[in-house]
């Protein structure tokens, strides 16, 4: 029976099926879209893929990843030099960038605490954060990991490790995503708004 | 602001949101996922990508899909020579072998007649399916287009190219979905359903 299928084609299937989110349907998919459409198209795939990782690092200061070590935003003398943002991943450095209103240092954790993943402090960066603090120029933490039970967990860890060094910690606010709609919002997050409403 | 992000990783991420269904969200999920995970994810990736064009070909006998021409179906001396099923792509051909339950060979359009996007007959493979029947031996030609606008304009030329030579001509049955639910079936189904009903 599949015969019908080239080895090449049952190749390109699976290395796509490796993918998150990506099961043998939309593989598939995939892979007879790049069979009809340009050589081009999969040859910049192709290209792309290998230079990810030939071209890419780790920045030595923030860990965020970066083709110069250090990276664009830990070598801007633009950037405020005295405030970190902690964030779990590098996407979320991205998320950080696009709102436009910040403008300091960041630390890329890569992952959470998380006791059923097997992932401790110890897998994090978090004694490099810590490195970084005792250096003396940090003013202020803000821990933007995310808002749920890792997140939590890795904030409280990295607050109580600060909290020695006499720097202001601070955390994104939770409450009503804007746009939302009271009567959607979960009750944790609507608990939380209630908590941390501000006066007007 | 776009510092942040190494040039290596918004190419790949353009890469990626090239291919149907990939949105820029998607694609830098993706792409993020690959710089964590291990080298081999992203290299077998890239390389099932160049061998995909490179070793593959069509058929030059049925147009699907191939590595070696005439590919493993036109050359498989247990298939029935003389019955044609005729699908739009390559996918369809795949969908077919599954069931397990046809025997014969195959014809790939590559297309369906699509005055909209502006594919005629010439744009198919219709030429050869009609050389292919003047050769001689094939007894039926089994439309396998899809059940839709296209799909039918397609099987209505093809049966009046077909005509003259006197095949035996068939369209694949349309009605209920098994495990479908007469309730939610759409109208035009049920129509269809309706007037080809069978005799128990």
Do not use: W
């Amino acid at each position: 029976m599949s015969k019908a299928v080239p080895e090449p084609v049952t190749r390109l299937v699976d290395a796509f099926s490796r993918l998150p989110g990506v099961g043998p349907k939309t593989a598939s998919r995939l892979t007879y879209f790049l069979l009809r459409a340009p050589d081009e198209v999969s040859v910049s795939l192709a290209d792309a893929l290998r230079e990810l990782k030939e071209q890419t690092k780790f920045c030595s200061v923030c860990f965020n990843i970066t083709v110069d070590d250090p990276c664009g935003v830990c070598s801007d003398a633009r950037r405020d030099k005295t405030t970190i943002a902690v964030v779990e991943e590098p996407l979320d450095v991205l998320a950080l960038e696009r709102t436009g209103s910040y403008s300091g240092l960041y630390h890329v954790l890569h992952g959470a605490i998380s006791p059923v993943n097997g992932i401790g402090p110890d897998e994090l960066r978090i004694r490099e954060l810590v490195t970084r603090v005792n250096q003396g120029d940090i003013l202020e933490v803000i821990i933007a990991t995310n808002p749920g039970l890792e997140g939590d967990a890795t904030a409280m860890y990295i607050q109580r490790e600060l909290l020695p060094k006499g720097v202001k910690i601070t955390r994104l606010a939770r409450g009503l995503p804007v746009g939302g709609d009271l009567e959607y919002v979960d009750s944790v997050t609507l608990t939380r708004a209630l908590q941390g409403r501000n006066l007007l």
